[in-house]
């Protein structure tokens, strides 16, 4: 139990152009979903909260105008990278919890590579 | 400021010895206190947790033993497998809001 998915699981892409990554639970009801990013040999980072069928909290220095985050449903979330930068090439994992638990489990990851 | 912090970056233990993973915190708010296993390229895997009402929980090879006093909690693995190479990372969160991380220790279990 417990399953995350994300796909993709790696993309390379223009600079200039936007990408999409979906994060699904597939065997529980996620009613919050996490955003992180983990640049190499560093722990992971943060990005956002989103809670279902409400905007997302953005952490810090995170630009909700670039990293569009939607959490229509309670299975699914998506990260969309808005005209996309050398500089935001990174690994990008998103976690899910449901409502009855403080445990967060993850998807494998994204590799995003920006050319 | 790290109010989660791993202090050893890598520990390299002997198969079928125990490995011991450590972990300190500053925040008295923390109520709810995980560790999670990481392979490069891939997400974090969830292994065992603890809430603040005990002091130890156990599951398997794996046991997490807290203590609040010292804001200190620490990861067993007995006994430890080469398979149990990985990164491990403990977390912690108060009253259900956003994980927060410690940097990680790198384990090695030599055959």
């Known amino acids: 139990g417990a399953v995350v998915s994300q796909h993709p699981s790696w993309v390379i892409c223009k600079s200039g152009t936007s990408v999409k990554i979906e994060c699904r639970s597939l065997?529980?009801?996620?009613?919050?979903m996490f955003w992180y990013r983990q640049f190499p040999k560093q722990s992971l980072m943060l990005m956002a909260t989103?809670?279902?069928?409400?905007?997302?909290?953005?952490e810090q220095g995170v630009e909700k105008d670039k990293f569009l985050i939607n959490h229509a449903s309670l299975t699914l979330s998506t990260l969309t990278v808005t005209s996309a930068h050398p500089e935001d090439s990174s690994f990008y994992i998103c976690s899910a919890k449901g409502s009855t638990t403080d445990t967060q489990y993850f998807g494998p990851g994204t590799r995003l590579t920006v050319l | 400021d790290q109010q989660v912090k791993q202090n050893s970056p890598s520990l390299s233990v002997q198969e079928g010895r125990i490995s011991i993973l450590n972990c300190d915190y500053t925040?008295?708010?923390?109520?709810?206190f995980l560790w999670y296993k990481k392979y490069p390229a891939e997400g974090p895997t969830f292994l065992i947790s603890?809430?603040?009402?005990?002091d130890k929980n156990e599951d398997g090879r794996f046991t997490v033993f807290l203590n609040k006093s010292a804001k200190h909690l620490s990861l067993h693995i007995v006994p430890s497998q080469p398979g149990d190479s990985a990164v491990y990372f403990c977390a912690a969160s108060a009253n259900g809001n956003k994980l927060v991380f410690g940097a990680g220790t790198i384990l090695r279990v030599k055959s």
């Open positions: 603890i809430s603040s009402i005990k």
């Open positions: 925040n008295s708010m923390f109520d709810y």
């Open positions: 065997d529980f009801q996620a009613t919050t």
């Open positions: 989103s809670n279902e069928g409400s905007k997302a909290t953005y």
